[in-house]
């Protein structure tokens, strides 16, 4: 399994207070958030601090996947990040009522556990739940995001971690393959 990026949509890629209405869809409310943000306004950044990593994957740990569904959540992302879109932490076979019940960081250990990364990262305004995990978070401002200058500097140190000298991605195991050497990174 290549890395992956948990990624949470508010407070990380735009202020945190989101509301839904029918007909109008997703909204910042104004009068709670700094006038001139917009949503998913810091997807393009996202794009650019993946660039030098093109193997890593993103599963989607917002609770925009719990309402609309990965494939419609995933839509709202620019095309360089919704192609690395593999999934989310909510499936539609899960109980949602019971799912939020969860907290955000036991549902990505959950889905850890269950994908099993070589390596990961989860960028996230909710800090509980990570219990031992807390080096693979970085918890954003719910205003600015992974934009506000202390988060960005912690989400470009975390990404680093992806970075595998390129003898080690060709000597990686592949399933068809067998008897390939395996390299512990």
Known sequence: MRPVLYLD?????????????????????ARLVAAGHRLFEHAGL?????????????????????????SRAAKRLPPGLRSRVIGATYHSSMDST????????????????RRR???W???????????????HVVITDEVHGIAEP????????????FEAPAFLDELAPDASLPGRITLPR
Request: net charge negative; glycine share 6%.
């Open 98 to 113: 019971a799912f939020r019940l969860i907290p955000r960081g036991q549902q990505v250990l959950d889905d850890v556990a």
């Open 9 to 29: 949509f508010d407070g990380c890629l735009h202020p945190e207070p989101v509301y839904w209405r029918p007909h109008r869809g997703a909204y910042l409310d």
């Open 46 to 70: 996202l794009e650019e601090l993946l660039e030098p990593y093109p193997s890593v994957a993103i599963v989607l740990s917002t609770t925009w996947a719990v309402q609309h569904g990965c």
């Open 150 to 161: 202390t988060v960005l500097a912690k989400v470009r140190s975390a990404l680093e971690r």
């Open 117 to 119: 990364p070589t390596t």
């Open 121 to 135: 990262l989860a960028l996230d305004d909710v800090d509980e739940g990570w219990g031992d995990a807390r080096d």
